[in-house]
């Protein structure tokens, strides 16, 4: 089956620690997202991936790292920077990033509670 | 800024009735609109994609339509059932970027 994973379900971590969440995908997608969702919110880009070894900042880049070495993964890092980071993390991925291949794919999310 | 507006922001309805769900942007300089749903605690699934060059998508008992005059988009179900509850999002494509609305949360009644 083709489709995007996300791990793990749940995660819980102390204040201060980093924390990184698996985003993996088997569509030969050429671009990967990650987006933050808040309750009553839309949608937060965080950052994106057009192509292997190369990504973007999003709107709330600020205390989140990436990395894109396969184009099958894309692992969102959590640091400690980031001020409020407890929500529901999203992984999406398209064919491409322009025009007519822009639909998104979505895996099933990562519930973060820090503490 | 673009943004984006779904109303309403709930809607409780009796199975069977056919209903509307709005999306509107400040900046009708949309290229392509995705409509998606979303269950509690999990992720997205698309349910329509209009692209630049249409202005309806149907399937099943969905239809989505995309007036770029007026920067506004609706989704329309047809003889809604239990299993049509959920949180229905849009996102327009600006800039190559997905803008979201807050969504809509729909519960069907039986």
């Known amino acids: 089956d083709g489709g995007i994973t996300q791990s793990p379900k749940y995660l819980f971590r102390k204040e201060g620690q980093n924390v990184t969440l698996s985003c993996e995908q088997n569509l030969n997608h050429d671009a990967m997202y990650w987006y933050r969702q808040d309750p009553g919110q839309g949608l937060r880009l965080i950052y994106y991936?057009?192509?292997?070894?190369?990504?973007q900042k999003g709107d709330i880049a600020e205390g989140y790292s990436v990395s894109r070495e396969k184009k099958e993964s894309f692992p969102l890092t959590v640091t400690s920077a980031q001020k409020n980071p407890t929500a529901f993390y999203l992984c999406a991925s398209s064919r491409d990033s322009s025009g007519s291949s822009y639909e998104q794919y979505f895996g099933p999310g990562t519930r973060l509670t820090v503490t | 800024k673009q943004e984006v507006t779904q109303i309403p922001a709930a809607l409780s309805v009796p199975e069977g009735e056919n209903l509307v769900l709005n999306c509107s942007f400040t900046d009708s300089a949309i290229y392509n609109l995705q409509w998606f749903r979303q269950d509690p605690g999990k992720g997205l699934t698309s349910l329509l994609l209009?692209?630049?060059s249409q202005r309806e998508q149907t399937s099943g008992r969905l239809n989505a339509s995309l007036d770029k005059s007026s920067g506004r988009s609706t989704l329309y179900i047809a003889a809604s059932q239990p299993g049509d509850s959920a949180t229905y999002l849009c996102a327009g494509d600006s800039n190559y970027q997905l803008i979201w609305g807050a969504g809509t949360k729909l519960i069907i009644k039986p």
């Open positions: 209009i692209q630049s």
């Open positions: 991936s057009q192509i292997v070894n190369d990504f």
